[in-house]
C-alpha cells in the first residue's frame, strides 16, 4: 500500500474520529503538554483566538480551560472530528468551522484574530508557507502565534527517542483501536520529514513574524514536542488600513 498522502489525511481522520479521544488517554502527558502550549500563547483575557486544525477539540478545551472568556473560534478540515467537538458540553460556546487551513478566511473564519492557536496541524499541511502568510494577515499588528507540534531539535538522540517510542508505541496501539495503520505510520513519517525546531523557527520569521521563541516538554516528548511562540510585528498595518498619502 501506497503512504498516505497528506491531502488524504483529513479524510483518515474521519475514519478515526469516534475512537481519537480514547487513544490520546493512552498518550501520557498530551492533556497536561496541549495546556502548557495553551498558556505559552499568552492571550488576554477576553481575546478574539483562532484554533487551527481544532480537530475533536481537544486543543479547543485547552484555550477554553486557560481563557474562559476568549471568543474562541476552532477549525478543521475533518467533518467527522468536528462533530464530535461539538458534541462536547464544554466547548458549546466554541464557534466551529469546516474548511482547509491553507484559508481559513474562506471557510469562514474571519479576523482579525488576537491570538492564533495551531496544535499537530502545520506540518500536515501541503504549503505551509502559505498558510502562515494568512495567519500573519488575520492576527492584529502585535496578535500573537503559537504551535504546538513534533518539531525534533536535529540531535540523533531525538530523532531516536521519536523514532523507538513511535515504532514499538504509537504505530501499534494506534493500529489495535483505530483499524488505520497507514494514518499512525503517516505520523511517524511526518515527524521525520517535516522541519527541525531551528529550520521552523526560520520559517516562521520569513513569513514575517517576530519575536520568535520555543519552549520543548517534559517527560519522553522532551526534545520531540515544542511550543513555538511568535508575533505579527505591531508596527504593521491592519490589512485593511489604508496606504498613506504622499505629502
Request: glycine share 8%.
Amino acid at each position: 500500500m501506497p503512504p498516505l498522502a497528506k491531502d488524504a489525511v483529513p479524510k483518515r481522520f474521519d475514519s478515526v474520529a469516534r475512537r481519537y479521544d480514547q487513544m490520546q488517554l493512552l498518550n501520557l502527558g498530551y492533556h497536561e503538554d496541549l495546556g502548557r502550549s495553551a498558556a505559552r500563547l499568552g492571550a488576554s483575557a477576553g481575546a478574539r483566538i483562532l484554533d487551527l486544525c481544532c480537530g475533536t477539540g481537544l486543543s479547543t478545551h485547552a484555550l477554553v480551560k486557560r481563557y474562559p472568556q476568549a471568543r474562541i473560534t476552532a477549525l478543521d478540515a475533518s467533518g467527522a472530528m468536528l462533530d464530535a467537538a461539538r458534541a462536547k458540553p464544554a466547548l458549546s460556546r466554541v464557534r466551529f468551522v469546516h474548511g482547509d487551513a491553507h484559508d481559513p478566511e474562506a471557510a469562514g473564519a474571519e479576523g482579525p484574530f488576537d491570538a492564533v492557536f495551531m496544535a499537530y496541524g502545520i506540518r500536515n499541511l501541503s504549503e505551509p508557507d502559505r498558510c502562515l502568510t494568512r495567519l500573519r494577515r488575520l492576527l492584529v499588528p502585535g496578535g500573537r502565534i503559537a504551535f504546538h507540534e513534533y518539531l525534533l531539535e536535529g540531535s540523533l538522540y531525538s530523532r531516536a527517542i521519536w523514532n523507538l517510542v513511535s515504532s514499538a508505541v504509537i504505530v501499534p496501539i494506534g493500529w489495535a483501536l483505530s483499524g488505520s495503520p497507514e494514518l499512525f505510520r503517516y505520523l511517524r513519517r511526518s515527524v521525520n520529514e517535516f522541519d527541525t525546531v531551528e529550520r521552523f523557527e526560520t520559517r516562521i520569521r520569513t513569513a514575517g513574524f517576530e519575536h520568535v521563541h520555543t519552549r520543548t516538554m517534559r517527560g519522553w516528548q522532551h526534545r520531540i514536542v515544542h511550543t513555538v511562540v511568535a508575533c505579527r510585528p505591531s508596527d504593521e498595518r491592519p490589512r485593511d488600513a489604508p496606504w498613506p498619502t504622499a505629502d
